[in-house]
C-alpha cells in the first residue's frame, strides 16, 4: 500500500504543498499545520494522532 499524498486539510481545505508542511494521521487523514495544533493533534475522523508528514525530499 502506498502513502496517498493529499493535498488539501480535510478540514479547512487549504491547500499542502507536497513539499510543505503538513500534518497526517495513522489512516492517512491530512490537515494543515494551524488546524493539527487547533485540534490538539488527535484525528477528528478517527481519534488517532496527528504527526507531521514526511517530506519527500529528505532533509538530514
Ligand atoms: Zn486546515
Ligand atoms: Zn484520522
Known amino acids: 500500500m502506498g502513502l496517498e499524498m493529499r493535498t ?3 478540514k479547512c481545505e487549504t491547500g499542502l ?4 508542511e503538513a500534518f497526517i494521521c495513522s489512516f492517512e ?3 494543515c499545520g494551524p488546524c493539527s495544533q487547533s485540534m490538539d493533534h488527535i484525528c ?3 481519534g488517532g494522532e496527528i504527526v507531521r508528514r514526511p517530506r519527500r525530499t529528505g532533509e538530514e
Do not use: K, L, Q, R
Request: proline share 15%; with cysteine; net charge negative.
Open 8 to 10: 488539501v486539510c480535510e
Open 17 to 20: 504543498a507536497p513539499d510543505g
Open 29 to 31: 487523514c491530512t490537515f
Open 44 to 46: 477528528p475522523n478517527c
